[in-house]
């Protein structure tokens, strides 16, 4: 049931559709243990249309932007299942707002190249620059893929380091099972200038990075705020559902307004500037948070239990946060909102 978001168009409740279908016939389940099924899902997801849905091919003659909330349906509709793999769709969207034609760009749009997104002032780029050679590390990256491409967004430009050039060390996380999270070292240095991507609308990948993790975070808080609701009425106490207490109702509002919130933010992506997205992008990750340990709340001691989702939803919130580094995004937002030059160096 969909009561969190305002009311779809006809495309948007197709798109819906289509992604709770897919997510609830498949056997598959992404998970770290089976990478091979985690490439599966992301070109089924290719072969619908959904993977990089609103991110028109080079040439195609589609209109820039015209199902941005097409994509942020997608985008909520998979996080509610598998939000690592919403993650993944995201960054896949951002990248090939740098790419272009560039050599990875058709893998990406396939699903069968992953490619992580960063940004070059977070503190996960331990990347350093001496006499025109980039060398260091990242300390994470969640492309839900093997050998990923990573794309590191800088002001005007980006830095593509092909999986040839890096070394991988997987890593643990709370949630986002299927994420595939690891590090990545440039193996050796390799020269700037052969990685260097420019003129590109680097402000445009990244909003679209960030707008992407809010809708994914919109799908978690209104999972979970389903999940409370559907637990509380039918779990029955003192003779009656727990829904005929005005607290438990109260408490349910709360958690079905900060959901009902996130989506209206997340489906008007046209009109948002990067510091605006940023703010979209931390509210919405502090309300699935905060949604998911309500939810936890309404199930009393069973919500901390595997057998119901809602302890799985938390850290799925939580890594989310992590893995779209809200603390950069503010960072940065703070810095454009006053005017600040962002990306000259870290704080």
């Known amino acids: 049931m969909m009561r969190h978001p305002p ?3 006809a495309d948007q409740a197709d798109v819906a559709s289509l992604v709770a279908s ?3 016939d498949t056997d598959l389940r992404p998970s770290d243990e089976r990478p091979s099924d985690v490439l599966q899902i992301r070109c089924q997801l290719a072969e619908l249309g959904i993977w990089t849905l609103g991110v028109p091919a080079p040439g195609d003659g589609a209109e820039e932007g015209a199902e941005d909330d097409l994509a ?3 985008f909520a509709c998979l996080g509610q299942g598998w939000p690592a793999l919403a993650w993944a769709a995201v960054q896949a969207h951002a990248a090939l707002e740098v790419l272009g034609t560039a050599e990875p760009a058709a893998g990406v749009r396939s699903g069968r190249t992953a490619v992580a997104v960063i940004d070059s002032s977070s503190p996960v780029a331990r990347l350093a620059v001496h006499d025109g050679w980039i060398s260091g590390s990242i300390d994470r990256i969640d492309p839900a893929g093997e050998s990923p ?3 590191v967004l800088g002001n005007d430009s980006a830095q593509l380091l092909g999986p040839e050039l890096l070394r991988f060390e997987q890593l643990r996380r709370t949630g986002l099972d299927g994420a595939l999270t690891s590090s990545a070292v440039v193996v050796e240095p390799v020269r700037v200038s052969e990685v260097t991507i420019t003129g590109v609308d680097v402000e445009a990948a990244r909003t679209r990075l960030w707008l992407g993790a809010a809708a994914i975070a919109a799908g978690i808080a209104s999972a979970a705020a389903e999940a409370a609701l559907e637990y509380s009425a039918q779990r029955v106490q003192f003779g009656a559902p727990l829904t005929a207490l005005p607290s438990v109702r109260e408490a349910l509002f709360l958690s ?3 959901a009902a919130t996130s989506w209206r933010q997340v489906l008007r992506p046209r009109d948002c500037s990067a510091w605006q997205a940023a703010a979209v992008l931390d509210a919405a990750c502090e309300r699935a948070i905060d949604t998911c340990a309500s939810a936890i709340q309404s199930h009393g001691g069973y919500g901390y239990l595997t057998e ?4 799985r939803m938390l850290r799925d919130a939580v890594s989310l946060r992590a893995a779209c580094d809200v603390a950069t995004a503010r960072r ?6 006053t005017g600040t030059p962002a990306y000259a160096g870290k704080d």
């Open 7 to 9: 009311e779809l168009t």
């Open 22 to 24: 897919v997510v609830a």
């Open 72 to 74: 942020a349906i997608a």
């Open 149 to 151: 491409y990573i794309i």
């Open 256 to 258: 079905s307004a900060a």
């Open 308 to 311: 119901y989702r809602v302890e």
């Open 332 to 337: 940065a937002a703070a810095a454009d909102l």
